[in-house]
């Protein structure tokens, strides 16, 4: 167990329907990401959250895709219009905000929750 | 650009033997590489971690790997396989947290273990 929890672990919807997911990082992690992995694949990067603010936006988050952090802690990602192609999994990581060790400026560890699996019909 | 290319989509050893799992990199900076283990129905756990401290890192459960520039690799080895290893493997460069940090996932290594 990372520390980082997504909820539901499981999600069957019907194309059209919208969905949300919840992810709630480690709490004095100031950064969380959302990737997407569909089956055979790694993980790609969908968006990150510093704190409340979205700092960055992935193409392969359409508009029916939206994201929000709204208090700097627990974040969500709601589906809009579920589409068969949106069938995944969707992960979680969250970091902290203290420097890595090594090098001033490296990247710091990301910690992943167990993931969402999405299954439109 | 940043980028990971593993070079063996699957690779299958027998339990007690040595694993090798290859990972090339694409960077225009000294990267920040990560080897990361996903075990079926289970979330993605670090193995290891580069940051530039040493060259040869060592990370849970036997696992090290070596940070090679000449080469542009970074492969993941174990002495001797156990059948609990057996699961997907990501080769992971990241941006820098200046950059953001996002991981930009290769696309996995399959490790079959034999009794």
């Known amino acids: 167990d990372t520390g980082v929890s997504q909820d539901p672990r499981h999600k069957i919807t019907k194309r059209g329907q919208n969905v949300t997911f919840r992810c709630d990082p480690i709490?004095?992690?100031?950064?969380l990401y959302w990737y997407r992995q569909t089956l055979g694949q790694g993980p790609e990067f969908l968006t990150y959250?510093?704190?409340?603010?979205?700092?960055?936006k992935s193409r392969l988050l359409s508009d029916r895709f939206s994201a929000e952090r709204p208090k700097g802690s627990f974040s969500t990602l709601e589906i809009q219009r579920t589409e068969q192609g949106d069938s995944a999994m969707y992960l979680c990581?969250?970091?902290?905000?203290?420097?890595?060790?090594?090098?001033?400026?490296?990247?710091?560890?990301?910690?992943f929750g167990p993931g969402t699996r999405l299954t439109v019909l | 650009a940043q980028s990971v290319t593993q070079l063996d989509s699957h690779v299958s050893v027998s339990e007690g033997t040595p694993v090798l799992l290859r990972c090339n990199y694409s960077?225009?900076?000294?990267?920040?590489l990560f080897w990361y283990v996903q075990h079926p129905n289970k979330g993605l756990q670090l193995l290891l971690k580069?940051?530039?401290?040493?060259?040869l890192v060592k990370g849970i459960n036997g696992f090290e790997a070596e940070f090679k520039k000449s080469e542009t690799s970074f492969h993941l080895t174990k002495p001797s396989a156990h059948m609990s290893d057996a699961a997907e493997y990501f080769c992971?460069?990241?941006?820098?947290?200046?950059?953001?940090?996002?991981?930009?996932f290769g696309q996995g290594t399959e490790l079959s273990v034999k009794p």
């Open positions: 960077s225009s900076y000294s990267p920040s």
């Open positions: 959250f510093q704190n409340e603010a979205q700092l960055e």
């Open positions: 709490s004095e992690h100031n950064r």
């Open positions: 990581a969250s970091s902290s905000h203290r420097p890595a060790s090594g090098r001033a400026g490296s990247a710091n560890e990301q910690f």
């Open positions: 580069y940051t530039s401290a040493a060259t």
């Open positions: 992971v460069v990241s941006l820098s947290y200046n950059q953001g940090g996002k991981l930009i």
